[in-house]
């Protein structure tokens, strides 16, 4: 009898923890609009994009911390681009990948509702091949942007909750390469200015 209200004690305290712990995992779609005003050798080109893509995303709390680490790993596609007046083709276009690490803050409103603002890092890295002249060739481009974001948690039961929200990210370094098989290896690095808005809605895991 002792032993078994000590396993339900146990049992008890640590199923309060986790429903304590606001942390949630899940899926989310991405939709974005991004402009970016390149210089290279003195001359600038205006870039729009319209994008979107799936993220699997989170944030960790450490018990009934108001403060935690967000996450999120995921890939877009480009949908419609244009540099300057000009729209381009974008059918072949590469997929993005990205990952990015924020610190996060979370203001409950109610029991079911909590709004998460957060700031960070993110990498995001495009990976192009082609031929040229039957020679393979592959370009990088990789990029560091600070984000920034702002989400809506709904739980809707102990383990399902409802995310939705906006973000902002500013690159802060694009660098970009090109290899090929004849040897040839170029790095360069580029001049970007401009931002990213984005909104997103998924669902998640919350424990």
């Given at each position: 009898?002792?032993?078994?209200?000590?396993?339900?004690?146990?049992?008890?305290?640590?199923?309060?923890?986790?429903?304590?712990?606001?942390?949630?995992?899940?899926?989310?779609?991405?939709?974005?609009?991004?402009?970016?005003?390149?210089?290279?050798?003195?001359?600038?080109?205006?870039?729009?994009?319209?994008?979107?893509?799936?993220?699997?995303?989170?944030?960790?709390?450490?018990?009934?911390?108001?403060?935690?680490?967000?996450?999120?790993?995921?890939?877009?596609?480009?949908?419609?681009?244009?540099?300057?007046?000009?729209?381009?083709?974008?059918?072949?276009?590469?997929?993005?990948?990205?990952?990015?690490?924020?610190?996060?803050?979370?203001?409950?409103?109610s029991e079911m509702l909590a709004l998460e603002l957060g700031a960070g890092l993110m990498y995001e890295r495009t990976i192009t091949t082609y031929d040229i002249l039957g020679y393979?060739?592959?370009?990088?481009?990789?990029?560091?942007?600070?984000?920034?974001?702002?989400?809506?948690?709904?739980?809707?039961?102990?383990?399902?909750?409802?995310?939705?929200?906006?973000?902002?990210?500013?690159?802060?370094?694009?660098?970009?390469?090109?290899?090929?098989?004849?040897?040839?290896?170029?790095?360069?690095?580029?001049?970007?200015?401009?931002?990213?808005?984005?909104?997103?809605?998924?669902?998640?895991?919350?424990?």
């Amino acid at each position: 009898m002792k032993k078994t209200l000590i396993l339900c004690t146990i049992i008890l305290l640590v199923t309060g923890f986790l429903f304590a712990a606001p942390s949630w995992i899940g899926v989310q779609g991405v939709g974005s609009y991004q402009q970016n005003t390149t210089t290279i050798d003195g001359d600038e080109q205006e870039h729009t994009a319209n994008l979107g893509g799936m993220n699997i995303a989170g944030t960790l709390y450490p018990g009934e911390s108001p403060v935690g680490i967000g996450f999120q790993f995921g890939a877009s596609k480009t949908m419609k681009a244009t540099r300057g007046s000009t729209e381009l083709v974008v059918e072949d276009y590469p997929l993005t990948y990205n990952g990015a690490v924020m610190a996060k803050f979370r203001a409950g409103m109610s029991e079911m509702l909590a709004l998460e603002l957060g700031a960070g890092l993110m990498y995001e890295r495009t990976i192009t091949t082609y031929d040229i002249l039957g020679y393979e060739a592959e370009t990088n481009l990789n990029t560091l942007s600070v984000l920034t974001s702002a989400d809506l948690v709904v739980h809707l039961s102990d383990s399902l909750a409802l995310i939705g929200g906006v973000g902002a990210s500013f690159p802060l370094t694009t660098k970009g390469t090109y290899e090929d098989s004849v040897g040839t290896s170029i790095e360069d690095e580029y001049d970007v200015k401009g931002y990213t808005v984005s909104g997103k809605v998924g669902v998640g895991l919350s424990f």
